[in-house]
């Protein structure tokens, strides 16, 4: 007769059925469902932590695809410099000032050879100035790739990285030739009103007509000159 175990009034169990391989097989398949169940909380938490970077990554991606939007349709010249003095960034605005087809060729080219001789040196300066940490604004001229004249004024501060070291200098420049052509005017304007207050001066205190009419027409030619 088999032999059976009694627990109370519980339903007897064979004594077979705890036989070592039994219970072997019963922690091979617990071990083996354990397994599988790590293999699945991992799996979910991979698919989840992918799933949030994902959503990380096309947040950044749009950021910065909006951050390029404004940058590249600034109505002014935007541009950064770094330490050595090398452009490194430049929107459209700024590329068609210089009329260069795109960034690389304002590279090749240098950012100091569109600025005229007698700015470069301050044009240094301001970039040392900044790269210490100071913030300036520079009036200066330059010529185009394909020669045309601007006058520009740009107003520079440092950029800084996560340790608050300043990397590079950030420019933001707008054209000022009408401006400049407009003020140029006004100062002509006020010569010609002195030239003929003199020459009305002259007149009054006694000067010959033939004198008065030379000084005319040498003031006028002057001016004729300058203008």
Known sequence: AAAYFIKGDAASVPHSALSPTFLASVVVAITALLALLAVLIAAAYQSDMARKLRKSNEALLAHEQFLDAIFQNEPECVKVVAADGSLLQMNQTGLSMLEVDDLEE????????????????????????????????????????????????????????????????????RDITEHKRVEQQLVLKREQQTTLREILETTLVGGTLRNTLQQILSRLVKISWLS
């Open 106 to 173: 304002a590279r090749q080219i240098g950012l100091n050879d569109f600025i005229l001789p007698q700015y470069r040196k301050p044009f240094v300066n301001l970039h040392r100035s900044v790269m210490a940490g100071n913030t300036g604004i520079m009036e200066f001229e330059i010529k185009g790739k394909h020669g045309t004249h601007r006058w520009l004024q740009t107003h520079a501060a440092p950029m800084r990285d996560t340790n608050r070291q300043v990397t590079s200098m950030i420019g933001v420049t």
